[in-house]
């Protein structure tokens, strides 16, 4: 498996702020991803960051409001910018880990709530 | 593009039953299908999953069937513990893309003692 871990666990932000979301893995992994869970929902895909190059968004989602960086192979950013309350959920952070067969891991996830 | 649909979106048994969640999926191109399960406040954990060349998996109290032709899987624990208590996902890859899993909406399971 994968230890993924997120800071920060939870955050409060007022609106119109922006938030970036860290998530560190503790092995170099090739694929890692942003997925959000909105109140009592399921998981919804955001973007699959990919190193040295931008990330691909998935459908209704856009890089301005959620930029993302991926400087190597163990490290991921996630920033919500310019926050409204619909921004209130979890994000997630998740990583494929091949070892003869493919597996996907999720992070404990980001609490954000705006106000 | 992929749908997954989940069955039933509560699930209240006793202690010692069997509790099986259902899912069916849309795009036959799938093949890899795990369940999560999500304590509350934390994020998804993989509990099972399974590909698309096999029909059956099983660890310990936990199983999950795959039937390709139908497209359909479901996760089946027996002797349930209300430690199980918890939300489960079931989740299917859209096209063979790794990474782009489509998710159920998720089943509430309580065990009660």
């Known amino acids: 498996s994968a230890v993924i871990s997120q800071k920060p666990s939870r955050d409060i932000c007022q609106r119109g702020t922006s938030l970036t979301i860290q998530c560190q893995v503790d092995?170099?992994?090739?694929?890692m991803f942003w997925y959000r869970q909105q109140p009592g929902q399921s998981l919804t895909l955001i973007a699959t960051?990919?190193?040295?190059?931008?990330?691909?968004?998935e459908s209704g989602f856009v890089i301005d409001k959620f930029p993302i960086s991926r400087p190597n192979l163990t490290f991921s950013t996630l920033t919500v910018s310019n926050m409204s309350p619909e921004d209130s959920s979890i994000y997630l952070c998740?990583?494929?880990?091949?070892?003869?067969?493919?597996?996907?891991?999720f992070g404990p996830g980001t609490r954000l709530l705006v106000l | 593009g992929e749908n997954v649909e989940q069955h039933p979106s509560t699930l209240s048994v006793q202690e010692g039953d069997s509790a099986v969640i259902k899912c069916t999926y849309s795009?036959?191109?799938?093949?890899?299908f795990p369940w999560y399960k999500q304590e509350l406040g934390k994020g998804p954990q993989l509990i099972i999953d399974i590909r698309s060349n096999v029909g059956e998996k099983k660890d310990q109290r936990i199983a999950v069937t795959l039937n390709k032709t139908a497209k359909h899987f479901s996760l089946h624990i027996t002797e349930t513990q209300p430690e199980d208590s918890a939300v489960y996902f079931c989740a299917a890859i859209e096209g063979g893309s790794q990474g782009n899993l489509i998710f159920g909406k998720g089943t509430k399971l309580s065990v009660k003692p």
């Open positions: 998740s990583v494929v880990v091949i070892r003869g067969k493919e597996t996907q891991y």
């Open positions: 795009d036959s191109a799938s093949n890899y």
């Open positions: 960051a990919n190193q040295g190059s931008e990330a691909t968004y």
């Open positions: 092995s170099q992994v090739t694929m």
